[in-house]
């Protein structure tokens, strides 16, 4: 009896411990992805207003209209490399938070 007491209790030790693991690299991958949303945001507003203030300071309409074309260009093409970036984030993220289960899945017969 206290054999399988002992089994339990590092069982729950060790499943605690792979939550934590767990945890902490969730933590530190949702910081990473916060920062750098707030950093993409922080850059795409200084771009928007660069461009409103060429615009508003435009003489013609062709060049207003270049203005314009240029700031849409770059800000999808910023867009889609931010995207993809996060979409590595989150593809890390998920990597990074299965790795400590790793260990006890591969204990689990027929999980192969």
Do not use: H, R, W
């Not at 009896?1 to 499943?15: C, E, S, V």
């Not at 934590?20 to 969730?26: E, L, Q, R």
């Amino acid at each position: 009896m206290a054999q399988n007491f002992d089994d339990i209790q590092k069982l729950g030790k060790d499943n605690l411990d792979l939550a934590v693991k767990s945890f902490g690299t969730v933590s530190k991958g949702f910081q990473a992805i916060a920062v750098e949303v707030a950093d993409y945001s922080k850059k795409s507003f200084e771009e928007s207003s660069a461009a409103a203030e060429k615009l508003f300071g435009a003489k013609t309409l062709d060049k207003a209209f270049e203005i314009q074309s240029d700031y849409f260009k770059n800000a999808y093409e910023g867009f889609v490399a931010q995207a993809t970036k996060m979409g590595e984030l989150y593809a890390d993220l998920a990597k990074e938070s299965y790795k400590p289960y790793e260990g006890v899945i591969g204990k689990i017969p027929g999980a192969k």
